[in-house]
């Protein structure tokens, strides 16, 4: 079922958990992505992206079997990755594989989550982090929207 765009005429996040290994706060997460929407949705990308013509983004919290499976299916890659954004707003979120950065990178699982919502979102909004340049700038608004995120909790 397709829900229509709110009122403002922006698209819609819905967040879902696909995977059962590791818990997750939902309702929290629904509330981050809401919040990112908004802050990533003010970047400035200098043309109209994907993201401002979509109507509904789904978040989808899966496993690193599943993630694994997408990934060799969609980029020929073996293994599983953190995070796949498709241009109609599927955005694919490994919980397994967030949870191991976190402790590698000094995060909490919950805010490993929400870089992963920030970066399948600026992605539908026209950032690239094939080239050094992209991904160093992509970086930076990634940084700047998580801070600004966690200033409105």
């Not at 994907?50 to 919290?61: G, K, P």
């Not at 699982?109 to 982090?129: C, P, Q, R, S, T």
């Amino acid at each position: 079922m397709r829900l229509p765009a709110s009122a403002s005429g922006r698209p819609r996040v819905f967040v879902r958990n696909l995977q059962r290994k590791i818990r997750i706060d939902l309702p929290a997460l629904q509330k981050s992505a809401e919040k990112i929407l908004e802050l990533v949705l003010r970047v400035r990308v200098g043309r109209r992206t994907q993201l401002c013509r979509l109507e509904e983004i789904s978040v989808l919290f899966i496993s690193d079997r599943r993630m694994a499976s997408l990934h060799r299916q969609f980029l020929d890659q073996g293994g599983p990755t953190d995070v796949l954004t498709f241009q109609h707003g599927e955005i694919f979120i490994s919980v397994e594989t967030a949870q191991r950065h976190a402790g590698r990178f000094g995060n909490s699982a919950a805010e490993e989550l929400k870089l992963y919502i920030v970066h399948g979102l600026l992605h539908l909004n026209g950032f690239d982090d094939r080239q050094k340049k992209g991904a160093r700038r992509m970086e930076v608004v990634q940084q700047q929207i998580l801070r600004s995120a966690g200033r409105l909790n």
